[in-house]
C-alpha cells in the first residue's frame, strides 16, 4: 500500500483529509507546525486527539522565526483576526510542504497530504489546485523519492466537507478550526475569526445543523 505523510493542523480541512486519504493511503505520520500561533496549545492537543484516533505518530516541528516574519494577529500581535491580512504568514504552506517533503525523501513516502479546498483557494493562492501542481513539479527536482502533493478536499467547499463528516461518522468532536486561544474561548469554538466564521456559515448550512450549539 502507497504511503503518505499529513500536514495536520487540527482543523477541520486536515481531519477531513486525513479521513479520506487513509482510505486508500497508508498515513504513517502526521506533522504539526508550532510557528508561534496564539491557539497552539489548542491546536496541537486537537491534532494530538485525531493523531491517537487515526493510530499515527505525531511529529511537532519548531518554526519560532514565523512568527518574526508574520507580525499579523494569528501570532498575537493584534486582536482582529477575521480579515485576510490579520492571518496571513508568509510562504506557510510552501514552506509546511518542503519540510514534509524531506521526511517523503527519507523515509520513502509517496504522498503529502494538506487540507486546502476550494473555497479558501480563491483567496490563498497557497490553496489552488495550481499550486499543487508546481509542488509536484517542484518535489521531482528537490527529492530523490519524488513525493505528490494530494489535497482531498481541493475541490470541496465547506458545506460538502461537513457534509462528507457527517456522512462518514468523522470525529468532528475533536477538531479545533479557531485562531483564537483558550483564555477567550475555553473549549469551543469563538464564533468571530475568519476560520470560525466559515465553519459557522459550513453548519448552518449543512444536514446537521445542530452541531452549531456543540462547537460554538
Known amino acids: 500500500m502507497r504511503k503518505g505523510i499529513i500536514l495536520l493542523s487540527g482543523g477541520l480541512d486536515s481531519l477531513v483529509s486525513l479521513d479520506i486519504a487513509k482510505k486508500d493511503l497508508d498515513i504513517e505520520m502526521a506533522l504539526f507546525f508550532d510557528y508561534g500561533q496564539r491557539a497552539f496549545i489548542e491546536e496541537r492537543q486537537s491534532a494530538s486527539d485525531i493523531a491517537k484516533y487515526y493510530n499515527i505518530e505525531l511529529k511537532t516541528i519548531e518554526l519560532p522565526f ?111 478550526s479557531c485562531y483564537d486561544s483558550s483564555k477567550n474561548t475555553g473549549k469551543k469554538h469563538c464564533g468571530k475569526c475568519m476560520s470560525c466564521k466559515l465553519l459557522f456559515q459550513a453548519i448552518k448550512k449543512s444536514k446537521k445543523p445542530e452541531l452549531i450549539k456543540e462547537l460554538f
Do not use: M
Not at 80 to 93: A, M, Q, Y
Not at 114 to 125: Q, T, V, Y
Open 66 to 176: 514565523l512568527k518574526e516574519l508574520a507580525k499579523c494577529p494569528l501570532v498575537g500581535l493584534g486582536d482582529d483576526l477575521s480579515e485576510l491580512d490579520s492571518v496571513w504568514i508568509p510562504n506557510r504552506n510552501g514552506l509546511f510542504l518542503n519540510i514534509a517533503a524531506c521526511y517523503c525523501d527519507k523515509l520513502k513516502y509517496d504522498f503529502i497530504i494538506f487540507g486546502a479546498n476550494k473555497e479558501e483557494g480563491r483567496d490563498f493562492p497557497d490553496n489552488s489546485v495550481e499550486f499543487a501542481k508546481i509542488c509536484d513539479k517542484f518535489f521531482s527536482y528537490s527529492t530523490l523519492n519524488k513525493p505528490k502533493v494530494l489535497a482531498p478536499c481541493l475541490q470541496f467547499d465547506k458545506i460538502q466537507i461537513i457534509n462528507y463528516a457527517i456522512d462518514n461518522n468523522v470525529p468532528l468532536n475533536l477538531l479545533k
